[in-house]
């Protein structure tokens, strides 16, 4: 089992915190279909210290979703150990998360994220600190480098549990490659040798077997599931059951799709107000939509609904034409 500091997981499968998706809605959704550890999206230290509403609000925290890791990113030592000892004093997360990873330029360009990876000895500093005001266990997600050219992703590992941390995910891309090409598992590997915390490996698990084969490959002690889960939490589920057992589960029908992101829409409408939700799940719904037969044409209705009523009345209108062709197919057979 995975367990970081004294926190336990009931299994090895973790959410990935990816930024403007991971709010409690989507996180509550993806911990009913069995993750063991739910990781919330970043949050700025500077919006903490200055205590933004918006960014306070991005700290909420259903009781029903932890164990949870609440992630924040900053470019300076003295607003990141505040952001921190907050989230340590304030908030229910059970895990403090640092992002060594994003490679927006946005983020990068404030010492932050992604360009940490340059300096160990940053690193170091930065996550000793964060360790010494915090009770909580504190964890980082990295890159395994800047570019082909600058990768420490060992150097890094060790700094960070030389600093204290009790556990590193580790996504096997530089920042340069943003999210193109293939993830390198090798390095991965590499750093799980070179240090005696957990690590958590992260890059290109698309199926249940591909966390099977990363685990059994790298040696890593849990595997970070990202973009796979976008409209299809069923992959969380698929994933814990096939890592316990072998079993593969069934795909979901339409219809159980469309009830899941129904339920999504409703608990983003009960945490931001019904016409932001409805906006926000335009996305989400064409993730959910993907791989169903002649989505295509429902896409533009769903990109112009504007009330939760309307959205649901198309998802219906989904289901009903899946389950008619369905039925005409099985009379023609």
Known sequence: MLKIGDIEMKNRVVLAPMAGICNSAFRLTVKEFGAGLVCAEMVSDKGIVFQNEKTLNMLYIDEQEKPLSLQIFGGEKDTLVQAAKFVDQNTNADIIDINMGC?????????AGAKWLLDPDKIYEMVAAVTDAVEKPVTVKMRMGWDDNHIY?????????????????????TRVQMYEGTANWDIIREV???????LIG??????????????????????MIGRAALGNPWMIYQTVKYLDSGELI??????????VCILHLDRLAALKGEHIAVRE????????LKGIRGNARFRNAVNESDTRDE??????????????????????G
């Not at 490679?103 to 010492?111: A, G, L, N, R, S």
Request: with cysteine.
């Open 281 to 288: 799940m335009r996305k989400h719904t064409a993730w959910y």
């Open 192 to 198: 799980k040798q070179s240090i005696g915390i957990p």
């Open 311 to 332: 959205l649901v009345a198309i998802l219906n209108a989904i289901v009903l034409d899946a389950e008619e062709k369905e039925r005409m197919e099985s009379q023609a």
């Open 103 to 111: 490679p927006v330029p946005k983020i990068t360009k404030c010492d």
């Open 153 to 173: 992703a060992v150097r890094n590992a060790q700094a960070i549990e030389r600093a204290g941390g009790k556990a590193v995910s580790l996504h096997g891309r």
């Open 202 to 223: 992260n890059g290109d698990v698309k199926t249940p077997q591909d966390a099977k084969r990363m685990l059994d490959e790298t040696g890593c002690d849990g595997v």
């Open 250 to 259: 069934d795909e979901p029908s339409v219809r159980e799709k469309m009830d």
